[in-house]
């Protein structure tokens, strides 16, 4: 699959949506929209950023805690690696197109705390329990 070719309009509006309910404190929604996210994300491919065949780690946090950027489709993917650029991390970087699940192994890291959608733009966390 090309880059070109992945697009998740369906994904962002689940995002907007968790946001939305968020702010009217609607705990109920939220737990539908992630039950969505979580069925999307099992027969969806996303564009995740790697370096040397390994994911990109951002920490965040403390204790050595770290999320992973990925991006739901070319544009945003562009304008993350703008911003990887304007804050000087984006050497060595390329990216693959796969399922959330192929990095199965973060999952079990307590350090792993979440995928970053899009950096520059939504930055919404999926945490592992949405995985």
């Known amino acids: 699959m090309k880059l070109e070719e992945i697009n998740n309009p369906e994904f962002k509006n ?14 109920e929604a939220i ?15 996303f564009i995740i950023s790697t370096e040397d065949d390994k994911p990109v ?3 965040y946090g403390n204790d050595d805690e770290y999320i992973v950027p990925v991006f ?13 650029s304007l804050n ?11 399922k959330l ?7 079990d890291d307590p350090k792993f705390l979440g995928y970053l ?8 966390i999926l945490n592992v329990s949405l995985l």
Do not use: W
């Open 14 to 27: 689940l995002i907007n949506l968790a946001y939305m309910q968020g702010e009217n404190n609607n705990q």
């Open 31 to 45: 737990l539908k929209i992630e039950e969505d996210m979580k069925e999307y994300i099992k027969e969806n491919q």
């Open 57 to 59: 780690k951002i920490p």
């Open 72 to 84: 739901t489709d070319h544009r945003e993917y562009t304008l993350g690696m703008q911003y990887f």
């Open 88 to 98: 000087v991390m984006d050497e060595n970087k390329d990216y693959i197109i796969e």
């Open 101 to 107: 699940d192929y990095f199965k192994k973060l999952e």
């Open 117 to 124: 959608v899009n950096i520059s733009s939504v930055s919404y």
